[in-house]
């Protein structure tokens, strides 16, 4: 947890300092994670959901094309809470419409009955413009990380995420 906070702000603040307009703001939404096998999806018969808060930077790299990335904290209601840290491309389909798509390093706060602290996952995501500072989206987070060690008999070792929120661009 230490070497959480240094590094998700290293990731977070190096597109900061990149010598292009930098569009910054913030995030926020609700999600269901969801895990292959039925045995870690329902805690006292619900699903995992939550919501989730953050702050990102976005770097215009052409007319087309952007670079985003930012910092999320995720709470989970019956589960694992975890920080994320994003690093996507953007692509601009239309005036209002975005198609993104990249990896995602998240760190588990607490990880319970896990044997891993973080995830390694990809997204994959729609946006649209509601107007100059606020959009919507909506992104599938698949995660390739093993999130134990040893084989668990009818239990999924992945986590994967459906999310959807606003974000607000305060330039």
Not at 118 to 143: E, T, W
Request: proline share 2%; charged share 20%; no cysteine.
């Amino acid at each position: 947890m230490k070497k959480l906070i240094p590094t998700s702000a290293i990731l977070f603040f190096v597109i900061i300092n990149l010598n292009a307009q930098v569009e910054f703001g913030v995030s926020s939404g609700v999600f269901q994670s969801k895990r292959v096998a039925e045995t870690l999806i329902r805690r006292n018969g619900h699903h995992n959901v939550g919501f989730y808060v953050g702050l990102y930077a976005e770097k215009k790299l052409s007319e087309k094309l952007a670079l985003h990335s930012g910092i999320s904290y995720f709470y989970d209601i019956s589960y694992e809470d975890h920080i994320e840290v994003p690093l996507e491309l953007k692509y601009k389909l239309s005036k209002n419409w975005h198609l993104f798509f990249g990896p995602n390093l998240s760190f588990l706060v607490d990880k319970k009955e896990l044997d891993k602290s973080y995830n390694i996952g990809v997204a994959l995501g729609l946006s649209y413009n509601i107007s100059n500072q606020l959009s919507i989206y909506a992104r599938y987070n698949y995660g390739l990380s093993k999130l134990y060690d040893r084989e668990v008999p009818h239990k999924s070792i992945r986590i994967n995420r459906f999310q959807i929120g606003l974000r607000y661009r305060f330039n």
